[in-house]
Every structure is written in structure tokens, then in C-alpha cells.
């Protein structure tokens, strides 16, 4: 696989989850950030992944005290009907 294959993209969102678990915060987001457009690109918004990534992007942002950035992946993230940031 090369770097840019989509599951490496998702192995890396993963990994972004660990890393903010264990305290690595900017580590996370960089990796993030790498894949969250190849995501939007690749699946699209409505995606599971991206909205798993985006979620975590929200989760991240929200620890790190920063909401005017969770806003930008807020709307991708969340839906009403279902709870994709515990996902």
C-alpha cells in the first residue's frame, strides 16, 4: 500500500484515538488533519471514517479548550439520531 491508501488512512485515524488517550494531543491532531481530507475525498461526508475522524477532531479540540475548531467538523461529526463520537 502506499501512504495515501485508504486503509492506512484509517489505521492512522486510529492511531490519532491512542494518541489522544495516552496524552499525545499534537500528534493526533497532525494525523488528523492529514487524513481527515483524504476521508472527505475518498468516502465523503456522510461516511462512518470521516465522521469518526471528524469526531475525533471535535473530542480533541474540545479537551484542548479550542470549540471555535471543533466548530469547523462539528456538523460532520454529530448527528441527531446517532452518538458517532463514542464510535
Not at 491512542?18 to 465523503?44: C, D, K, N, Q, S
Not at 473530542?59 to 479550542?66: D, H, R, S, V
Not at 471555535?68 to 439520531?81: G, L, S, V
Request: hydrophobic fraction near 45%.
Amino acid at each position: 500500500f502506499d501512504e495515501n491508501h485508504r486503509l492506512i488512512s484509517e489505521i492512522k485515524s486510529d492511531l490519532a484515538a491512542v494518541m489522544m488517550a495516552t496524552g499525545r494531543e499534537a500528534e493526533a491532531e497532525a494525523l488528523l488533519l492529514e487524513i481527515y481530507p483524504l476521508f472527505m475525498e475518498g468516502w465523503g461526508p456522510e461516511d462512518a471514517r470521516t465522521r469518526r475522524a471528524a469526531g475525533r477532531l471535535v473530542m480533541l479540540y474540545e479537551q484542548q479548550g479550542a470549540p471555535e475548531k471543533a466548530d469547523a467538523y462539528r456538523e460532520i461529526a454529530w448527528r441527531p439520531d446517532e452518538d458517532i463520537m463514542l464510535r
